[in-house]
């Protein structure tokens, strides 16, 4: 199986840029997707592939890679962005399973 | 719309068993994986398996090979999850997640069914 690190925790001031970061192997041949989680709330997309954002995702989030580290970055985070973010990548096994970062907590000051 | 709808909310004492479901509509059930996630109380998420319901072709996560049973029937669009004796660390929501066919990651989510374990 793969790991994904996660920072655990990371705060910004409103409206500052924050970069969330996540390291594994597997981001060397794979694209991490990231997930948003709010208490009691499912996760939900925010992030997948090379940069690209669901509908309903605001554009002031966006994804990069670079070598085994994947980051998501909130360009003027917004009191609503704070959250768990987490995430996710194929298994090196190649078996269809996958792999989550253990989460970030965002905290917006 | 499509959508995976979860049962409900189960409370269970250590060593009994338990099977949840995920049933899914709006889309063709028999031609997409259907994964499990795991997320214990105040933790973070954890990939636990996955099935094809076409033809029940299942795979596990290592630490949850022999822990739980995946299992699908096609006929009602249904996925299960399933422990043969509970334990208090099995208290956790369990999400039933289908895949993205072009990225492999969870794209639909279902709500989650919260599994207590407790004498």
């Known amino acids: 199986s793969s790991e994904l690190t996660q920072d655990p925790a990371v705060s910004v001031a409103l409206g500052q840029t924050v970069r969330i970061t996540c390291q594994g192997d597997?981001?060397?041949?794979?694209?991490a997707t990231w997930y948003q989680q709010k208490p009691g709330q499912a996760p939900v997309v925010v992030i997948y592939?090379?940069?690209k954002r669901p509908s309903g995702t605001p554009d002031r989030f966006s994804g990069s890679s670079s070598g085994n580290t994947a980051s998501l970055t909130i360009t003027g985070a917004q009191a609503e962005d704070e959250a768990d973010y987490y995430c996710?990548?194929?298994?090196?096994?190649?078996?269809?399973?996958?792999?989550f970062g253990g989460g970030t907590k965002l905290t917006v000051l | 719309e499509v959508q995976l709808v979860q049962s409900g909310a189960q409370v269970k004492k250590p060593g009994e068993s338990l099977k949840i479901s995920c049933e899914g509509s709006?889309?063709?059930?028999?031609?997409?994986?259907i994964g499990w996630v795991r997320q214990m109380p105040g933790k973070g998420l954890e990939w636990m398996g996955i099935?094809?319901?076409?033809?029940?072709?299942?795979r596990y996560s290592p630490s949850f090979e022999g822990q739980v049973t995946i299992s699908a029937d096609k006929s009602i669009s249904t996925a299960y999850l399933q422990w043969s004796s509970l334990k208090a660390s099995d208290t956790a929501m369990y999400y039933c997640?289908?895949?993205?066919?072009?990225?492999?990651?969870?794209?639909?989510w279902g709500l989650g069914t919260m599994v207590t374990v407790s004498s």
């Open positions: 997640v289908r895949p993205s066919p072009v990225t492999t990651a969870p794209d639909i």
């Open positions: 709006g889309y063709s059930f028999t031609i997409y994986w």
């Open positions: 099935i094809y319901p076409g033809d029940s072709d299942t």
């Open positions: 597997s981001l060397r041949s794979h694209y």
């Open positions: 592939g090379k940069n």
């Open positions: 996710n990548s194929r298994d090196s096994s190649g078996n269809h399973l996958r792999v």
